[in-house]
């Protein structure tokens, strides 16, 4: 397996005839999927989505892939081609929009609605264009074609991207559910028929590349789903990702069957089913859906509520009802039926959501207790087929943290596929296909760009340690007014403390530090207050660690006498 080095140069420029790609996010994290391919001085973005913040970066909302290497070539960008629509493949279309608005967006019917929706919060409104699986379709020197693949999001596609320097065939997110709910399997026609084409290029969806065999199919959760309902002896409060349109159709039926009704709770939730209602691609049965005011009337036996707040999120209507905080009030006998699955990293703010909720005296089903959640990604053995069945020249992993690229590079190599033909990169290494081969050439800057309230990158990883610091460790500000001619203190410091333990005494050991740091710094004729400030700065640190263990942030500030 070819893996990038970290002593890679920048990318020279594309030799002619080569094609380029380079993916902007995605590559050793599970979100923010961007990939960026050039050919013939054009480029083609497939799929533009943010990454969720984890606990070392507090304050962010969301983090978006880095576009500096393509900013001064925007007029350059031909289409912005989404291949589903979850956030995390569209969530940052509106932030590239807004520095060039009239990019055409390319996506399915579904797909775009999201989008649009998202965007009209934006104040934005695209050239979209509509695609359908078997279209195909060019954008510049790119020939896209657009292939069915199954997902937990409906409409989601696989695109084959033919140019002259070869064809690449990127799966998106996909898996391989035989008896899919709305019976749109993924094309394994098309990609066998790609594949006897001559596919140069294989990106493929590692998410779940170490979990061996078969992802289950969506059915097989219909008999746990039924039961809550038929067995739960008052309301069921159901929580889903908003964009899971079958997993909650399969709700809805089930409810229906057992003669309760349903109301959707929580603004995505209420928009993203109106949509998919819309569209076609929620079947709703007459009379079921009902606002949460005529939802009153109803016995509890009879009461279903579909919200969002599955991953433990603090606003969402689920953990707002675990903290009491919600007018949905948790009661003894109430069912909540989780039906997602638990991302990497928010364990323990669902399992917060599910103590709150059990100590109300509901009933949680999730997971963990029964079958209610089926991932949305192939499993190893679902990847294996697609490589026997595509036979491609190189493998190029993408969609995972490193443990799921290299599981998936392995299983490409268990196929047949050449190890040095298997391409394992992360953010920002650049990936050229030329004569036929493909080899990593360099990189391009792959920051994380932080989107913090109003303030679209100024949230720097510095900023974000001083939070930390500021959380974990506290605040100090010494203030200290000093002599202008003698460069010694005129008077005792003051201390200003915040998160660090304190007492009276506390700071009694450190002004003979400060003392003796501005006497040295008068013998050596420093008497520049940002100087001295830096040098209290540290002289503080430093005896905070000695005498307590702790490294607060020390802010310091000098006053001529």
Known sequence: MSHPHPELKVAPPLPKGGLRIVALGGLGEIGRNMTVFEYNGKLLVVDCGVLFPEEHQPGVDVILPDFTSIRDRLDDVVAIVLTHGHEDHIGAVPYLLRERRDIPVIGSKLTLAFLEAKLKEHGIKPRSVRVKEGDRRGFGPFDCEFVAVNHSIPDSLAIAIRTGAGMVLHTGDFKMDQFPLDERITDLRAFARLGEEGVDLFLTDSTNAEVPGFTTS??????????????????????????????????LDAAHQYGRKVAFVGRSMVRNMGIARDLGYLKVPQGLIVGLKELE?????????????????PMAALSRMANRDHMIRIGEGDTVLLASSLIPGNENAIYRVINGLTRWGANVVHKGNAKVHVSGHASAGELVYCYNIVKPRHVMPVHGEWRHLRANGDLAIRTGVEPDRVIIAEDGVVVDLVDGRASITGKVPAGNVYVDGMAVGGATEASLKDRVTLAEEGVVTVVAIVDADTGALAEAPDFLARGFVHDESTFETVVPVIEKVLAKAALEGVGDALQLEQLISRAVASWAFRTHRRKPLVIPVIIDA
């Not at 009337?297 to 999120?313: A, F, N, W």
């Open 297 to 313: 009337k109803l016995p509890d036996h009879q009461i279903t509520l579909v919200c969002t707040g599955s991953q433990g999120e």
């Open 218 to 251: 969506e059915r097989d959760l219909n008999p746990a789903i039924e039961q809550v309902m038929r067995t739960a002896p008052r309301r069921v409060i159901v929580s889903s990702f908003a964009s899971h349109v079958h997993r909650i159709q399969q709700v």
